[in-house]
């Protein structure tokens, strides 16, 4: 399980890193959300990992 969490602002990106931002449920900073670890989702992590805090936790 991963849990992502949202620490910088998406003020000022481009549109398809907001979208993917949002398609990771998270809408304010300090949001979070948790997820079966995917390839699919690595991705979106490494596209917004500038943005993000991900954490590995236990299920």
């Given at each position: 399980m991963v849990k992502?969490?949202?620490i910088k602002?998406?003020?000022g990106e481009?549109?398809?890193v907001k979208e993917?931002?949002?398609s990771l449920g998270l809408?304010?900073?300090r949001s979070?959300?948790?997820f079966q670890d995917s390839p699919?989702?690595?991705g979106k992590l490494k596209k917004v990992e500038h943005l993000v805090k991900v954490e590995?936790?236990?299920e």
């Open positions: 992502v969490t949202l602002s998406t003020i481009v549109k398809s993917t931002v949002a809408r304010k900073i979070s959300n948790t699919a989702l690595r590995e936790v236990e």
